[in-house]
């Protein structure tokens, strides 16, 4: 996995409900279908007080993508 990060709503410059945050991932390919379900998985599992979409940058429109890497922190 190259690079992954929060960004959406809640985070800098975009209105809506704090407590949602999309999880966008590079991982330099497209991700299976089993790999991002089992992740969608663990975030719905999770403890976390927030609530967590999965999204694979590599299905996203260019459109999306610009607007998702402005916002984007990495996390390791």
């Given at each position: 996995m190259r690079?992954c990060g929060?960004?959406?709503?809640?985070?800098?410059?975009?209105?809506?409900?704090?407590?949602?945050?999309?999880?966008?991932?590079?991982?330099?390919?497209?991700?299976?279908?089993?790999?991002?379900?089992?992740?969608?998985?663990?975030?719905?599992?999770?403890?976390?007080?927030?609530?967590?979409?999965?999204?694979?940058?590599?299905?996203?429109?260019?459109?999306?993508?610009?607007?998702?890497?402005?916002?984007?922190?990495?996390?390791?």
């Amino acid at each position: 996995m190259r690079t992954c990060g929060p960004s959406g709503r809640g985070c800098k410059g975009v209105r809506g409900n704090s407590a949602i945050r999309i999880f966008a991932i590079d991982a330099g390919h497209a991700l299976d279908f089993r790999m991002l379900g089992t992740l969608k998985e663990a975030f719905q599992e999770s403890r976390l007080p927030i609530k967590v979409d999965v999204l694979d940058l590599h299905t996203v429109s260019p459109e999306f993508r610009r607007l998702i890497d402005a916002q984007r922190v990495a996390v390791a």
